[in-house]
């Protein structure tokens, strides 16, 4: 089962300007957290933001959640070519199932 | 000190074979998962097991057998491989929602 879909599924901009990537999901969540992936890597936590918060900051990256819409948003200010890799939303939900789901993922490249 | 590693980290292997990845995490985690990453990068959870017991299995192939000798451990072994098995396979742990996740094993069945 897919819980988390990000949009946009691809996006380019150029190095310095700011990279906004979308995130929503179905049923009701305890916590939502955003991943990066390099190419050929393993996933790395980026950021958790419980159900009860609406807003976190971590460095250059900015997350939003919105429960009545079912949405979170990341946001990474000042790109930097190093920022280019994969993202992903996941979820894990109230009953404490131990699942932890992710979504498909935003290629964010950076351009030089 | 890698905290979650998985062996091997490529694996080609022909159709109808038996193989084994496994895995362990040295973060002292009750939480342990396998998820494959396909060809669309779309990861999906496969199982999930807390302190050796098998918690989650998200309608996978009974080809595909996991094992938890102890909780550092969660090896995954897959019978008779079909060419639609072929992609990255990774390793997680988790204590309180953030996951670990190893480097992947690219699975590639010919």
């Known amino acids: 089962s897919q819980q988390g879909e990000e949009d946009p599924q691809a996006l380019s901009i150029q190095e310095g300007e700011n990279a906004t990537m979308n995130c929503s999901y179905k049923t009701s969540i305890n916590n939502l957290q955003w991943y990066r992936q390099n190419s050929g890597r393993g996933l790395v936590h980026l950021i958790l933001?419980?159900?009860?918060?609406r807003e976190k900051h971590s460095g250059r990256l900015r997350v939003t959640l919105d429960t009545s819409k079912k949405s979170s948003s990341l946001l990474i200010t000042a790109s930097r070519a190093a920022d280019t890799a994969s993202y992903f939303c996941?979820?894990?939900?109230?009953?404490?199932?131990?699942?932890?789901?992710f979504g498909k993922g935003t290629r964010l490249h950076i351009l030089p | 000190d890698t905290a979650v590693s998985q062996t091997p980290k490529y694996l080609v292997t022909q159709m109808g074979n038996d193989k084994s990845i496994k895995c362990e995490q040295n973060l002292g985690h009750d939480t342990m998962y396998w998820y494959k990453q396909d060809s669309k990068k779309f990861l999906k959870i496969m199982f999930s097991y807390n302190n050796k017991e098998l918690i989650i299995n998200e309608t996978v192939p009974n080809r595909f057998s996991p094992k938890s000798p102890d909780k550092a451990h969660l090896n995954l072994h897959i019978n008779s491989l079909e060419l639609g098995d072929s992609a990255v396979y990774f390793c997680?742990?988790?204590?309180?929602?953030?996951?670990?996740f190893g480097q992947g094993t690219r699975l590639t069945v010919v």
């Open positions: 996941a979820t894990d939900t109230l009953n404490r199932d131990d699942k932890i789901i």
């Open positions: 997680a742990s988790s204590r309180l929602s953030e996951a670990f």
């Open positions: 933001i419980r159900s009860n918060e």
